[in-house]
């Protein structure tokens, strides 16, 4: 089993459409839990950042963390043509350092107006 | 010049060439990556530097060779590559010893092996 299963889509939806996306992970050690946002020719750039389980909001975007099923999300609320990209979940332990980090394989999204 | 540069963006090579990318930080962190991304495959770290010091090889061929001169400057030396190597490399910093300390990434070189 993968340290961290990313479907990797592709993902289609309808301006406006709630958005869904999700990571699944084996190893329980995982305490710090990230989405990067990935633009078509760009370098990833950090979108929501969690520490162990609960949720965040920030604007549009809601992060969830389920450490009991080992289970991570990240929703997009209204979504936007300019949300278009690809999106990769990351984590890591508490002891680790941020090379640490392991990846999933991200998700294509593409918002039609 | 600010964030993490990287050039070149696109490289062509051949099997046989030598060639090198360049990555220059203007953020004033101590820790340098280089990672991998190919279709359809996670993010592959390949090295670590922190303070100038490499932390990490993970297990990457001898064809890839690593420098840091310093800790806002990191290279990849390439040479003899496969065309199985033909990925997007993307360089990336961060300041190690802060809790969820954030990876900048750059814009990442295309590489094609021929």
């Known amino acids: 089993q993968k340290e961290v299963e990313q479907d990797p889509g592709p993902l289609s939806v309808p301006e406006g459409a709630i958005v869904s996306l999700n990571c699944t992970y084996s190893?329980?050690?995982?305490?710090?839990f990230m989405w990067y946002r990935q633009y078509s020719r760009k370098g990833p750039e950090l979108l929501m950042y969690t520490y162990s389980s609960g949720n965040k909001e920030d604007g549009r975007f809601t992060a969830q963390v389920d450490k009991s099923s080992k289970y991570i999300s990240l929703f997009i609320r209204d979504s936007q043509p300019s949300d278009s990209a690809t999106y990769l979940c990351a984590m890591r332990d508490s002891g680790g350092s941020n090379y640490k980090l392991t990846f999933g394989k991200g998700t294509l999204l593409t918002v039609n107006p | 010049e600010t964030g993490v540069t990287q050039t070149p963006r696109h490289l062509v090579m051949g099997m046989t060439n030598k060639k090198s990318l360049k990555c220059e930080q203007h953020?004033?962190?101590?820790?340098m990556y280089w990672y991998k991304q190919s279709a359809k495959k996670p993010l592959e770290l390949m090295f670590v530097?922190?303070?100038?010091?490499?932390?990490e090889n993970n297990s990457v061929p001898s064809r890839f060779s690593p420098e840091c001169p310093n800790s806002s400057h990191l290279f990849l030396h390439l040479h003899t590559l496969q065309p199985e190597d033909s990925a997007l490399y993307l360089c990336a910093s961060s300041q190690e010893r802060l809790a969820g300390g954030e990876l900048f990434f750059g814009e990442g070189s295309r590489l094609t092996v021929l």
């Open positions: 190893n329980s050690a995982f305490q710090y």
């Open positions: 530097y922190n303070f100038k010091e490499q932390t």
């Open positions: 953020l004033g962190h101590n820790a």
